[in-house]
Nanobody, 127 residues
Framework: QVQLVESGGGLVQAGGSLRLSCAAS????????MGWFRQAPGKEREFVAA????????YYSGSVRGRFTISRDNAKKTVYLQMNSLKSEDTAVYSC????????????????????WGQGTQVTVST
C-alpha cells in the first residue's frame, strides 16, 4: 500500500511559480512510477506529468511542457512538481498518483494506469 499526501498549493498571480510536493508512505516508493494530474471545475481529470521510478525519464502534457518540471527524491519518498510561468488555465486541483511496479506502459498518461492517489491540493492562478 502507498499513501500519498500533496502540499504546496495556494493562490498565485499569473506568471508566478509554485512547487507542489507529494509525500509517500510505504516501502515501495522507489519502485513506483509517479504522476501528477489536475482537474479544473467542470472539466475531466487531465494528465500533467510523469516520472519513472529512478527519475531517469519524464513526460509532460503539451499544455505544461517547458513550464513545469517533475522530479523526485526517493530517499525522502517525495515527488515534486515545479510550476513556472503559471497561467489562469492552470487553476485546478492537483493530485499525485503512484503506479505499481508491474505496470510497464510508458508514458502512463491515463488515470487507469495508476493504483494510488492523493487527495489533491488546490492551485489558483489569478490574473
Amino acid at each position: 500500500q502507498v499513501q500519498l499526501v500533496e502540499s504546496g498549493g495556494g493562490l498565485v498571480q499569473a506568471g508566478g511559480s509554485l512547487r507542489l510536493s507529494c509525500a509517500a508512505s510505504g516501502r515501495t516508493f522507489s519502485t513506483n512510477r509517479m504522476g501528477w494530474f489536475r482537474q479544473a471545475p467542470g472539466k475531466e481529470r487531465e494528465f500533467v506529468a510523469a516520472i519513472t521510478s529512478n527519475g531517469g525519464s519524464t513526460y509532460y502534457s503539451g499544455s505544461v511542457r517547458g513550464r513545469f518540471t517533475i522530479s523526485r527524491d526517493n530517499a525522502k519518498k517525495t515527488v515534486y512538481l515545479q510550476m513556472n510561468s503559471l497561467k489562469s488555465e492552470d487553476t485546478a486541483v492537483y493530485s499525485c498518483a503512484a503506479a505499481n511496479l508491474y505496470r510497464s506502459s510508458w508514458p502512463p498518461t491515463t488515470g487507469s494506469e495508476y493504483d494510488y492517489w492523493g487527495q489533491g491540493t488546490q492551485v489558483t492562478v489569478s490574473t
